[in-house]
């Protein structure tokens, strides 16, 4: 079967003279307008970034190359005896557009596997973290030392031809993603269990050997969860905090590790990524509080005392979003087969029931529906995963199969390095002729 990196240079060709073409015939055309509301609140609705895996329709909720998770779901190739799609099928489509043959996933999970072994010295920074420090902070500084394995940076270094750049960015993300269930699972194993970590299989897929890894290799729902959750975490298009810093950083040149490491840094933020350990906490807070009374009454009750306290509901709102999220709903259904009586989830269900009204009610935020961390946490507790403060790091593993491939493409367009206009307010308020 064709390889992965096969496909994508074969590709390439026709990609860049279809982008050439376009910017040679529009390149002038005007793409939107910024209000100075834009400037001052997050660049919200900016159209300044391409972004080619994925397309984010605020109602409707993320496509992949043009799939919904449902299609994806449907068409991406599937692990003997399973029914979630494995996410190494997701990041072929997300780098080449293409849907890979059950072979081509079966070969990029014997290469990850294959190229999945840590440096002594890494191994050996991880373990000498205090189990005091975030997992997160763990888990992007050990990133950052897996620069030093960077072939793009010893090529680039040497002095390579900008046409060669993509090849190495592909080398650099494919060993880095290889590597990251070891570098996850021995910060989960230090942190929370007796820090031995089970080996990769090198006949299994990705997903299976992190949750091996983690210690959950002998449940095979779980298993299938990790399957799912690592699709769905992947990309949420260009501009959300991690895709965007890991992009801005590799527009330096800097390698796919000091990259990603810095989108990581981005994703353990409370209101980016960090946001899937506030909801179990948050969730465990309400249920210690109201006990088993989960009536609508008392839901409510614990909406306002969050709101009223100047806290934000975690798991609800979106900066693009304004419909249900789809990654909650394809994680709704997972509970919906597997643990329809947790008794965390009928808390989580309840919760959604009730949140929205509330949140509407309050009239600030734009979105009062569910994000894809509003479910996640339930879902991992259930199967004993209960750890919190660990759960942004199975996002991280997961948004690195999605901004990568990103990056490989940065490389392979020959992006420039990234540099908007900034002006001081004294500027801005003569640009909008204020008196
Ligand atoms: N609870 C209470 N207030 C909320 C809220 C929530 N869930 N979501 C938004 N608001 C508030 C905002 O804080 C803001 O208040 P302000 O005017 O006093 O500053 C106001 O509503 C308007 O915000 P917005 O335009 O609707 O949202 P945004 O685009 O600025 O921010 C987000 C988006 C996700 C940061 C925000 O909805 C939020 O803080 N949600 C809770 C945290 C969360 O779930 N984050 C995860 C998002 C998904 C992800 O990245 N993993």
């Given at each position: 079967?064709?390889?992965?990196?096969?496909?994508?240079?074969?590709?390439?060709?026709?990609?860049?003279?279809?982008?050439?073409?376009?910017?040679?015939?529009?390149?002038?055309?005007?793409?939107?307008?910024v209000t100075l509301d834009q400037v001052y609140g997050g660049a919200r609705?900016?159209?300044?970034?391409?972004?080619?895996?994925?397309?984010?329709?605020?109602?409707?909720?993320?496509?992949?190359?043009?799939?919904?998770?449902?299609?994806?779901?449907?068409?991406?190739?599937?692990?003997?005896?399973?029914?979630?799609?494995?996410?190494?099928?997701?990041?072929?489509?997300?780098?080449?557009?293409?849907?890979?043959?059950?072979?081509?996933?079966?070969?990029?999970?014997?290469?990850?596997?294959?190229?999945?072994?840590?440096?002594?010295?890494?191994?050996?920074?991880?373990?000498?973290?205090?189990?005091?420090?975030?997992?997160?902070?763990?888990?992007?500084?050990?990133?950052?030392?897996?620069?030093?394995?960077?072939?793009?940076?010893?090529?680039?270094?040497?002095?390579?031809?900008?046409?060669?750049?993509?090849?190495?960015?592909?080398?650099?993300?494919?060993?880095?993603?290889?590597?990251?269930?070891?570098?996850?699972?021995?910060?989960?194993?230090?942190?929370?269990?007796?820090?031995?970590?089970?080996?990769?299989?090198?006949?299994?897929?990705?997903?299976?050997?992190?949750?091996?890894?983690?210690?959950?290799?002998?449940?095979?729902?779980?298993?299938?969860?990790?399957?799912?959750?690592?699709?769905?975490?992947?990309?949420?298009?260009?501009?959300?905090?991690?895709?965007?810093?890991?992009?801005?950083?590799?527009?330096?040149?800097?390698?796919?590790?000091?990259?990603?490491?810095?989108?990581?840094?981005?994703?353990?933020?409370?209101?980016?990524?960090?946001?899937?350990?506030?909801?179990?906490?948050?969730?465990?807070?309400?249920?210690?509080?109201?006990?088993?009374?989960?009536?609508?009454?008392?839901?409510?009750?614990?909406?306002?005392?969050?709101?009223?306290?100047?806290?934000?509901?975690?798991?609800?709102?979106?900066?693009?979003?304004?419909?249900?999220?789809?990654?909650?709903?394809?994680?709704?259904?997972?509970?919906?087969?597997?643990?329809?009586?947790?008794?965390?989830?009928?808390?989580?269900?309840?919760?959604?029931?009730?949140?929205?009204?509330?949140?509407?009610?309050?009239?600030?935020?734009?979105?009062?529906?569910?994000?894809?961390?509003?479910?996640?946490?339930?879902?991992?507790?259930?199967?004993?995963?209960?750890?919190?403060?660990?759960?942004?790091?199975?996002?991280?593993?997961?948004?690195?199969?999605?901004?990568?491939?990103?990056?490989?493409?940065?490389?392979?367009?020959?992006?420039?390095?990234?540099?908007?206009?900034s002006l001081?307010s004294?500027?801005f308020a003569?640009?909008v002729?204020?008196?």
């Amino acid at each position: 079967a064709k390889s992965l990196k096969d496909t994508f240079a074969a590709k390439l060709p026709e990609e860049l003279e279809k982008i050439k073409k376009l910017r040679k015939d529009y390149g002038s055309k005007v793409v939107g307008e910024v209000t100075l509301d834009q400037v001052y609140g997050g660049a919200r609705g900016i159209k300044s970034l391409v972004w080619e895996g994925s397309v984010l329709d605020s109602e409707e909720g993320i496509r992949f190359r043009g799939k919904t998770i449902p299609e994806c779901q449907e068409v991406l190739p599937k692990a003997e005896g399973g029914s979630e799609p494995l996410p190494e099928g997701l990041f072929w489509l997300l780098l080449t557009g293409e849907v890979p043959s059950e072979q081509q996933v079966r070969d990029l999970s014997a290469e990850w596997a294959a190229r999945s072994d840590l440096p002594k010295f890494v191994e050996e920074l991880i373990d000498r973290c205090p189990s005091d420090l975030h997992p997160m902070a763990q888990f992007s500084l050990a990133v950052t030392a897996l620069e030093h394995g960077s072939e793009f940076a010893k090529a680039y270094a040497k002095g390579i031809n900008k046409k060669e750049y993509w090849g190495y960015t592909f080398e650099d993300s494919m060993n880095l993603i290889a590597k990251l269930p070891n570098v996850a699972s021995r910060i989960y194993r230090n942190v929370y269990k007796d820090g031995k970590v089970a080996a990769i299989q090198k006949d299994k897929d990705y997903s299976f050997n992190l949750a091996n890894q983690l210690g959950f290799g002998e449940n095979k729902d779980f298993i299938e969860l990790m399957r799912l959750y690592l699709t769905i975490h992947t990309d949420h298009e260009g501009g959300n905090v991690s895709a965007h810093t890991t992009h801005l950083v590799g527009s330096a040149l800097s390698s796919p590790y000091l990259s990603l490491s810095a989108g990581l840094q981005g994703l353990a933020g409370p209101l980016h990524g960090l946001a899937n350990q506030e909801v179990l906490n948050w969730l465990q807070e309400m249920k210690k509080t109201i006990g088993n009374d989960l009536s609508d009454e008392s839901i409510k009750k614990y909406l306002w005392d969050t709101l009223h306290g100047g806290r934000v509901v975690p798991g609800y709102g979106h900066a693009v979003l304004r419909k249900t999220d789809p990654r909650y709903v394809s994680q709704r259904e997972f509970a919906l087969k597997h643990l329809p009586d947790d008794p965390m989830f009928k808390l989580v269900s309840q919760v959604y029931k009730i949140a929205p009204g509330v949140l509407t009610e309050h009239g600030k935020t734009k979105n009062p529906y569910p994000n894809v961390d509003a479910h996640s946490g339930v879902l991992l507790q259930y199967y004993g995963l209960t750890e919190a403060s660990y759960y942004t790091v199975l996002f991280g593993v997961s948004r690195a199969l999605g901004v990568l491939p990103q990056l490989i493409i940065d490389r392979a367009y020959g992006m420039p390095i990234e540099r908007p206009k900034s002006l001081d307010s004294k500027s801005f308020a003569k640009l909008v002729g204020a008196q």
